[in-house]
Each structure stands twice: as C-alpha cells, then as structure tokens.
C-alpha cells in the first residue's frame, strides 16, 4: 500500500529558468482528499486521513514512451500519454477513496477486509462506466444534434458539430463548478498547481512560497480538454460528413489522433506560455481553470507538497545541489 510519512520541508532557492528546465514534465491530478503527482520515472498519491495524518503511496513507473523508441513519435506518444494517464488516475482514486474513508473501515466488524475489494472494484466500474458514458455525451450525442438540425454541408455540419460539443464542455465543467461535494476536490487542484509552480520557480517547497504562486497552470488537464474539443473540429474536417452509424463510430477510433495531436499543442503551448503570440492561445483553457480550481487551504497545500516530495525522490536531492551551484 506504500508508505505513511509526515513530509518535511526541504531547503532550495535559486533560478527560475533552472527550475522550469529541471520540472517541465510533472503533471499530477487532485485526487479525493488528496493529489497525485508524477514524476520521470515515479508516481506518487498523497492523502489526508480522517485523523488528520497524510498518507502517501509512491511507486516507480517507467512509461511506454521510455522503453519502445517507437512510441516516442510525436502525435503517437500523446496517444500513450493518454491511455496512461487514465490508469494512473484511476489508481490514485481508488487509493485515495480507501484512505479518505480509512477511519470509517477500520470501524467494521463484520469480518470484511477493512479497504479496498469491492469498494475498489465498484469505483472501477463507476469510472470506465464514466468514460464510456463521456465519450457518447461529447462525441456522439452531438453528431444527433447536429443531425436533427438538418446541416448538409460537411464543412458547415462539423463546425456545429464542434461548437455543440464545446457548449456540452462548457456546461459540464460550470456544472462541476457549482457543485458542493466537490469544492475539496477543486481547492486540491488549485494546491496541485501551486506546488508544482513552486517547483519550478526554483524556490525552497513550502507551504508559506506555494501558497503565493497562481492556481492556474498551463499544462492543467482542464487546458487540455479545451484543445481536445477544438482539435477534434479539424480532425473530423476531413472525415467529411457521417452518413451512416459506421462512420459516425469511425470517429471514435481517430479519438487517439485527436489526443495525441492536442498532447502535441499542449506541450508547445506550456513551453512558450510566456511568449506574445502565445498567450491569447492559451487564455481560453486557464480561464476553464478558474471554474475547475479554487484556493487551497495550507493543509491542501502540504498534501499536494508531499505528494510532489516523494514523487521527485531522490532528484529532489539532486535539485538542491544544482539551484545551490546555480545560485
């Protein structure tokens, strides 16, 4: 199940440029009552529990991308990052949910393991039901729409296509936003984005210098749903107008392309997010982002900060030698 630690504050200081350079490619994801991060080569979940301690599981993890040449292949290793990512998601989440509700387990007496069997393998259920229920709600309930509305052109019946689809985004992600129960989750994925700023500023990680950086990060998750949506316009462009279910569900195997190609976007756009040109193309996505985060309280703050802490392992080590020098 991995480790529990109480994390430490660790010391550093020193260049911005160094920090981004070192850290570009941590992402992480809030998770129930916590966050994942990962790092090059580990993943890490980090958790509160009921009686206020942090639980935290990191395991190594070496992508696909890292072991076949082959998938490294621009468009294609997007497509790998996705279908990874998705397990490693679902992973964290149905460790958080068995440590969230830790205290509430340990209460049984009915003979029952205390955590995870069928509790875990109905939060699996519920999130591949999820998914397939997201695919037919964004790519296939607005091909209906569209239908009904009695569009012929192709290019005209993609565009509308498209722009119902980005309205159902729209509204699902408002929709989240307003609700109660998930308020913790948003405040832990504003702490996510903090940490990881904090990361790449080059600054010591603590909860006094993320708590100052911004809750919205170029690279979120939610920024890449945006690109999805907009990418899939052009990509079914060419897929012409569906006449039939076939080729209605010929979309959804070009899904992977339409992936890997917004990975693509979304790696360039977070290089070059502080250049002119740049930032009306990115402006839209962290705009999303100020409905799918919230400040985090410092205890969020710390949570997402040990999560990254032992994500980063022993490069943690090597980042306070190298700001040390470049400092």
Request: proline residues 4%; glycine residues 12%; positive net charge.
């Amino acid at each position: 199940m991995g480790a529990r630690r109480e994390e430490a504050a660790t010391g550093g200081g020193g260049s911005d440029r160094l920090g981004k350079t070192m850290f570009n490619k941590i992402g992480g994801q809030a998770v129930i009552e916590g966050v994942m991060m990962r790092a090059p080569g580990r993943i890490a979940t980090a958790v509160r529990r009921p009686d206020g301690t942090i639980a935290v599981r990191d395991r190594p993890f070496r992508s696909v991308t890292e072991r076949f040449r082959l998938f490294r292949l621009p468009v294609l290793r997007g497509a790998v990052a996705l279908i990874e990512t998705l397990g490693i998601g679902m992973s964290a989440l149905m460790y958080s949910a068995d440590e969230a509700m830790a205290e509430e387990g340990e209460k049984r007496s009915d003979g029952e393991t205390k955590k995870g069997g069928t509790g875990n393998l109905a939060l699996a259920g519920t999130l591949f039901l999820s998914l397939g229920v997201g695919i037919a709600f964004f790519f296939y309930l607005p091909l209906l729409l569209t239908d009904l509305i009695g569009v012929k052109g192709s290019v005209a019946y993609n565009l509308i296509d498209g722009a119902i689809r980005i309205v159902f985004l729209l509204a699902y992600i408002k929709a989240i936003s307003l609700w109660g129960e998930m308020r913790r989750v948003l405040g832990y994925h504003g702490a996510e984005h903090k940490s990881i700023f904090n990361l790449e500023s080059g600054a010591e990680l603590s909860v006094e210098n993320a708590r100052g950086f911004p809750r919205l990060h170029p690279r979120c998750g939610t920024s890449f749903l945006l690109i999805v949506m907009v990418t899939s316009i052009l990509v079914f462009l060419f897929l012409g107008r569906p006449h039939s279910i076939e080729l209605k569900l010929l979309r959804l195997a070009f899904l992977p392309v339409v992936g890997g190609l917004s990975y693509e976007f979304l790696r360039f756009s977070s290089k070059w997010a502080d250049h002119a040109v740049m930032k009306p193309l990115i402006a839209p996505g962290l705009f999303l982002q100020t409905m799918t985060t919230s400040e985090p309280d410092d205890s969020q703050i710390e949570v997402a900060l040990a999560a990254l802490k032992a994500a980063l392992g022993d490069t943690l080590d090597k980042r306070e030698e190298l700001l040390r020098d470049a400092g």
